[in-house]
């Protein structure tokens, strides 16, 4: 494969380049053409070849159509890459430019290929390498667009495909060395155009041996990658800690600093010693691998409208599909490749990979409620339960769906269910726990101040398992949890606890010792239970649940009301976007960057890197959708 797909964060698609393309309205930067050919004829002078943006020729061997820029709009552009082009080939001794056969560098506004828009293409035919000036990258952590950056990483990788051409020739697609670096059974993709994954360019390390899963997709592509890694310092710093358990990883990148030593002498160890040297470079100082948590999804900006914020991309107002209201998030799941969030007025988002458009939020706007403060949805990401007050039957409801969203249906009504009490609508029914898609409790709490757990065990009907006063006056019960089939906990306000040991069947009240609101119980096992609470405090028992120690892990004006836990890690957020995360059995919690001040409701994690965030305003309808490819670091 000779050409690259821009490097995107977790949240962009690899399929949708054509909409990468920035409008005239958003580019206010503007370059007479005097001055741009001034900084042309600097560059060529610097790196001794030719740098084109007229007269440039048509690829060879490509069906690729390309289109020159006109106007100082154009300049700007081609300006801004040829800066990263700058900061990328300032890298390389010219012995290694001279090396790679270039001619030219040609920077077009349209690069456009049979399958979708490229921002760049190397054509060993003509000695060209192509750059498309129109192709952006979004930063959400400095909420600016960073082309220096952006343009650095596609140079280095574009430059990687000419070296390695120039090295190995036609057999650069299929070098035996390269493949004996590889554990064994390791098979290569069908080649970059047929990534899917809309974090495929996202440094998160998916398997042995690999930077990134676009560096999966081929033999070519992931050569490309090793050699971005070796040039550029910011991605340098996270995978040489991943080589030094790896050591398919490592012997790749030492082949490559072999390979390119032999070749160019000026590439002695001095010169990797200076360019390797991560002394002092923090991990989050760039965007090219995931920072803390990223807003996918933000309302409140744009006069009342949600704005999606998705890197590779520019901003798209998303008021028509999500029904033009703002919208706070308060729980999350995942089924699959999909996330399903549910929040206020009702709404049911769900984040998934469409083929024609990559990464989507759609809104299954079909569900009668007030607000929705739990979802869970099977595997086969077709049946769904989701759960809150009702605006239609009063009281609160579990809703189900069997076609992915589409169509709802109530399976339990609290007002049908205990009719004889009064304000029906303060009724909650806040989260469920399935075992399978049969299997499941949900709980809640009722108007007169009473806790309810339910079960199904067909995953039709809700049968009542508790319900009774725990501790106060305020019974509502607002997560439950199993360890196992036998083991259970859950858990309300005024410090309610409530716990199984036979599968459901009956229920006993625990002591906390606090009076705090309880929001979210978790498990290590059946003797470990964490649970996040009120003023900053988190629950931990370590005998299965007969006695609770309180453990600071916020500020005492933060309410934590999420908290997920994945291996030996654990996690909490709370008010003002604060989350925590513990690696030492909660001992001690380390704050991590959520880029947003709406309070966290809700975090699920895939596994110990990949996890997301549902936010969401106390008094209004403003909130986010957060993701990490980082674990949050």
């Given at each position: 494969?000779?050409?690259?797909?821009?490097?995107?964060?977790?949240?962009?698609?690899?399929?949708?380049?054509?909409?990468?393309?920035?409008?005239?309205?958003?580019?206010?930067?503007?370059?007479?053409?005097?001055?741009?050919?001034?900084?042309?004829?600097?560059?060529e002078d610097k790196f001794r070849l030719k740098i084109l943006y007229k007269g440039v020729p048509a690829p060879t061997g490509e069906s690729y159509v390309i289109e020159e820029g006109s106007g100082m709009e154009d300049n700007a552009r081609v300006s801004k890459v040829l800066s990263g082009i700058d900061?990328?080939?300032?890298?390389?001794?010219?012995?290694?430019i001279k090396l790679a056969g270039i001619s030219s560098i040609a920077v077009v506004k349209k690069l456009e290929g049979p399958e979708r828009v490229a921002p760049e293409m190397a054509d060993y035919g003509n000695h060209v390498l192509y750059f498309n000036c129109s192709i952006v990258a979004f930063d959400?952590?400095?909420?600016?667009?960073?082309?220096?950056?952006?343009?650095?990483?596609?140079?280095?990788?574009?430059?990687?495909?000419?070296?390695?051409?120039?090295?190995?020739?036609?057999?650069?697609?299929?070098?035996?060395?390269?493949?004996?670096?590889?554990?064994?059974?390791?098979?290569?993709?069908?080649?970059?155009?047929?990534?899917?994954?809309?974090?495929?360019?996202?440094?998160?390390?998916?398997?042995?041996?690999?930077?990134?899963?676009?560096?999966?997709?081929?033999?070519?592509?992931?050569?490309?990658?090793?050699?971005?890694?070796?040039?550029?310092?910011?991605?340098?710093?996270?995978?040489?800690?991943?080589?030094?358990?790896?050591?398919?990883?490592?012997?790749?990148?030492?082949?490559?600093?072999?390979?390119?030593?032999?070749?160019?002498?000026?590439?002695?160890?001095?010169?990797?010693?200076?360019?390797?040297?991560?002394?002092?470079?923090?991990?989050?100082?760039?965007?090219?691998?995931?920072?803390?948590?990223?807003?996918?999804?933000?309302?409140?900006?744009?006069?009342?409208?949600?704005?999606?914020?998705?890197?590779?991309?520019?901003?798209?107002?998303?008021?028509?599909?999500?029904?033009?209201?703002?919208?706070?998030?308060?729980?999350?799941?995942?089924?699959?490749?999909?996330?399903?969030?549910?929040?206020?007025?009702?709404?049911?988002?769900?984040?998934?990979?469409?083929?024609?458009?990559?990464?989507?939020?759609?809104?299954?706007?079909?569900?009668?409620?007030m607000s929705l403060w739990g979802v869970w949805a099977a595997p086969d990401g077709k049946k769904v339960w989701v759960c809150g007050g009702d605006s239609r039957k009063n009281g609160a409801s579990i809703w189900y769906s069997e076609d992915g969203g589409k169509k709802w249906k109530v399976q339990f009504?609290?007002?049908?269910?205990?009719?004889?009490?009064?304000?029906?609508?303060?009724?909650?029914?806040?989260?469920?726990?399935?075992?399978?898609?049969?299997?499941?409790?949900?709980?809640?709490?009722?108007?007169?101040?009473?806790?309810?757990?339910?079960?199904?065990?067909?995953?039709?009907?809700?049968?009542?398992?508790?319900?009774?006063?725990?501790?106060?006056?305020?019974?509502?019960?607002?997560?439950?949890?199993?360890?196992?089939?036998?083991?259970?906990?859950?858990?309300?306000?005024?410090?309610?606890?409530?716990?199984?040991?036979?599968?459901?069947?009956?229920?006993?009240?625990?002591?906390?010792?606090?009076?705090?609101?309880?929001?979210?119980?978790?498990?290590?096992?059946?003797?470990?239970?964490?649970?996040?609470?009120?003023?900053?405090?988190?629950?931990?028992?370590?005998?299965?649940?007969?006695?609770?120690?309180?453990?600071?892990?916020?500020?005492?004006?933060?309410?934590?009301?999420?908290?997920?836990?994945?291996?030996?890690?654990?996690?909490?957020?709370?008010?003002?976007?604060?989350?925590?995360?513990?690696?030492?059995?909660?001992?001690?919690?380390?704050?991590?960057?959520?880029?947003?001040?709406?309070?966290?409701?809700?975090?699920?994690?895939?596994?110990?890197?990949?996890?997301?965030?549902?936010?969401?305003?106390?008094?209004?309808?403003?909130?986010?959708?957060?993701?990490?490819?980082?674990?949050?670091?």
């Amino acid at each position: 494969m000779r050409r690259i797909i821009s490097v995107l964060l977790i949240f962009a698609a690899l399929t949708v380049f054509n909409s990468s393309v920035i409008s005239q309205s958003k580019m206010e930067d503007t370059m007479p053409t005097d001055e741009l050919e001034a900084k042309i004829k600097k560059l060529e002078d610097k790196f001794r070849l030719k740098i084109l943006y007229k007269g440039v020729p048509a690829p060879t061997g490509e069906s690729y159509v390309i289109e020159e820029g006109s106007g100082m709009e154009d300049n700007a552009r081609v300006s801004k890459v040829l800066s990263g082009i700058d900061v990328a080939f300032s890298r390389y001794p010219l012995e290694l430019i001279k090396l790679a056969g270039i001619s030219s560098i040609a920077v077009v506004k349209k690069l456009e290929g049979p399958e979708r828009v490229a921002p760049e293409m190397a054509d060993y035919g003509n000695h060209v390498l192509y750059f498309n000036c129109s192709i952006v990258a979004f930063d959400p952590i400095q909420n600016k667009i960073d082309y220096v950056l952006f343009w650095t990483y596609i140079a280095h990788h574009g430059f990687g495909h000419m070296i390695d051409y120039a090295i190995k020739g036609a057999s650069s697609s299929d070098d035996a060395e390269w493949k004996k670096l590889n554990d064994s059974g390791v098979d290569y993709g069908s080649g970059a155009w047929g990534v899917k994954e809309h974090d495929a360019m996202c440094f998160v390390h998916p398997a042995k041996g690999f930077v990134n899963k676009y560096s999966m997709s081929s033999m070519q592509e992931d050569k490309a990658e090793i050699f971005t890694s070796l040039f550029m310092r910011e991605i340098y710093l996270r995978v040489s800690e991943w080589a030094v358990s790896d050591k398919a990883l490592e012997r790749k990148l030492n082949y490559m600093k072999g390979l390119l030593s032999a070749k160019c002498e000026k590439l002695d160890q001095n010169f990797w010693n200076k360019t390797l040297n991560v002394a002092g470079l923090k991990k989050n100082s760039t965007w090219l691998t995931p920072v803390g948590w990223l807003p996918v999804l933000k309302s409140g900006v744009g006069g009342g409208q949600v704005e999606r914020v998705e890197p590779g991309r520019e901003r798209v107002v998303f008021g028509v599909m999500l029904t033009g209201k703002t919208v706070g998030t308060l729980d999350v799941c995942y089924s699959n490749d999909t996330a399903w969030f549910v929040g206020h007025v009702g709404d049911v988002l769900k984040k998934f990979e469409s083929p024609a458009k990559g990464w989507e939020v759609e809104n299954c706007k079909s569900v009668t409620a007030m607000s929705l403060w739990g979802v869970w949805a099977a595997p086969d990401g077709k049946k769904v339960w989701v759960c809150g007050g009702d605006s239609r039957k009063n009281g609160a409801s579990i809703w189900y769906s069997e076609d992915g969203g589409k169509k709802w249906k109530v399976q339990f009504n609290s007002a049908e269910t205990y009719p004889d009490r009064s304000l029906l609508s303060t009724d909650h029914m806040n989260k469920f726990f399935f075992f399978d898609e049969k299997n499941g409790f949900a709980v809640g709490g009722l108007s007169d101040n009473t806790g309810i757990i339910l079960k199904t065990s067909d995953g039709k009907t809700w049968q009542t398992v508790y319900k009774d006063w725990t501790v106060g006056t305020d019974d509502e019960l607002r997560s439950i949890w199993f360890a196992d089939a036998q083991h259970g906990c859950a858990v309300g306000h005024y410090g309610a606890i409530v716990m199984t040991c036979d599968g459901g069947k009956t229920w006993s009240k625990v002591s906390s010792g606090t009076e705090q609101y309880l929001y979210t119980v978790r498990s290590l096992s059946k003797d470990v239970w964490f649970i996040s609470a009120a003023s900053g405090i988190v629950l931990r028992s370590t005998d299965g649940g007969k006695k609770w120690e309180q453990i600071d892990a916020g500020e005492p004006s933060e309410h934590l009301y999420a908290l997920a836990v994945c291996g030996r890690k654990i996690w909490v957020g709370g008010e003002n976007g604060a989350i925590y995360v513990s690696s030492d059995n909660g001992e001690n919690w380390e704050k991590q960057q959520s880029n947003v001040a709406y309070p966290i409701h809700s975090i699920f994690m895939l596994n110990d890197k990949v996890g997301a965030a549902a936010c969401a305003s106390n008094t209004a309808n403003l909130g986010a959708i957060l993701f990490t490819y980082s674990g949050g670091e």
